[in-house]
C-alpha cells in the first residue's frame, strides 16, 4: 500500500460544524491523511485544535480543505500557503528484521508485517510471535505460531505453509466424538478439525491457538492457550481444570 499524507502550513480559516460549531484563524499546519483523517495543529500542544476523523469524502483543492462525514464537516480555508507537499506515510511498528529483497527494515503491525521499503507485506495467523532467526531459503525473517504444537514457519507462506505443518501433525490424530471417524485438519477461512464423514457427520472443532496438553476426559485433546487451558470442544468442562 503506497500512501500519502499531505501537509499544508499556512495562515487559514477554520471551521468545523457538527458535534460541535468552531471557527478558528492562525498560521497552523493542516494533516491530511490517507484514511481521510484531517488534522489542524497549531503552535502548542499535541492535540489539534480542529480535526476529522476517517472522513468519507476529502476534497483538497488550492484554496480549501473540505472534509465532510455524514452530519460533520471541517473547512479549512488557505489565506496564505507556507508549505504543500505530499510524501509516503506508512503504518508504524515494532522492527521485524530486513528485507532480503530491498534490505530495508520490516515492521510489524497488527495483523501483518510489512516492508515500507518495497511495499510488500506479509499476513501473520493470530497469537503469532516474530522470531531473529530466517528463513534459509528465502532470508526472510521467521516467526512462531501455536497449533497444537509450536512452529516457526518463514513469512512467505509459499515457502513453508502452516496448513501443512499441521496437516503432517495432526491429520487423523483424534477421533470424532459422534460418530468415530477420523478428525482431519481443513481449512475454511481458518484452520478446523473437522469429521471425515462430512456431510453425514457435521462434527467440526476450530483449531485452537495453542499446545496440545494431553487428553480431556472426553476423549478429545486438551490445550493451552492464551487464555487457558481448554477442551479442543469448547462446549466440553474438562476434569482436570487447574486447582489454582
Ligand atoms: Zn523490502
Ligand atoms: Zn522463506
Ligand atoms: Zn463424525
Ligand atoms: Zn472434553
Known sequence: MSERVQIIAGRCTTVFEGTREQEQHG?????VKPDGTVLVHDAQGYQPVAWLTRAEAVTVTDETIVAQ?????LEV???NVHLREQYAASDAGLPAGRCPDCGGQLVRTSGSVV??????SYSLPTGSTTLSTTCDDCGLPEFRVERGDAFDLCLDP???PLDERVRERFDNVWDCPNCGGALRVLRRGGLLLGCENYPDCETGFSFPAGEHAGECSCGLPVFDTPSGR???DRACEPEQKSEA
Open 27 to 31: 498560521d497552523v499546519i493542516v494533516l
Open 69 to 73: 462525514d455524514g452530519e460533520q464537516s
Open 77 to 79: 480555508t488557505i489565506e
Open 115 to 120: 516492508c515500507p521499503g518495497c511495499d510488500e
Open 158 to 160: 509459499d515457502c513453508d
Open 230 to 232: 481448554r477442551c479442543l
